[in-house]
């Protein structure tokens, strides 16, 4: 049996278009890392696969900040699944998935580094880790 939504069709619309695409509260706290560690980027380049969220030219290294619900990050308690229309849920992240894998090997065609941040591991207590995996790169 389908669980009823408890918000009319026009409230449950208004609240899907909140959720930001980019300028999340992840994405900041990364941008304002990187430029308190130095670097300097840009934004949203729609020249590049994806349109990364961050692009550090000089280094020829993208930067995607991903939502664990969006992009379906392993093993997350974020990325849960919903309980209503599962099928539209389903294909709607397999769709995600399968982009993403796309710009992954995009970004090996060209030889630029591509980095991948989820929303789990940007917080503010958890910037040392956050280094780490910037670092590496």
Request: aromatic share 10%; charged share 30%; with cysteine.
């Amino acid at each position: 049996m389908p669980m009823v939504d408890s918000l009319t069709k026009e409230k449950r619309s208004w609240n899907m278009s909140q959720i930001k695409g980019s300028n999340t509260k992840p994405e900041i706290i990364v941008r304002s890392f990187l430029h308190k560690a130095g670097f300097r980027f840009r934004l949203h380049i729609k020249d590049l696969p994806g349109k990364p969220d961050i692009v550090l030219k000089k280094y020829m290294t993208a930067i995607f900040v991903d939502g664990c619900y969006w992009h379906r990050h392993q093993g997350c308690k974020l990325a849960y699944n919903p309980k209503s229309r599962k099928d539209f849920w389903q294909s709607k992240f397999e769709a995600n998935i399968r982009r993403d894998r796309d710009v992954n090997r995009m970004y090996e065609s060209i030889s630029w580094t591509l980095i991948r941040i989820w929303q789990c591991e940007v917080n503010n207590k958890n910037l040392t880790e956050l280094a780490k995996k910037l670092k590496k790169h």
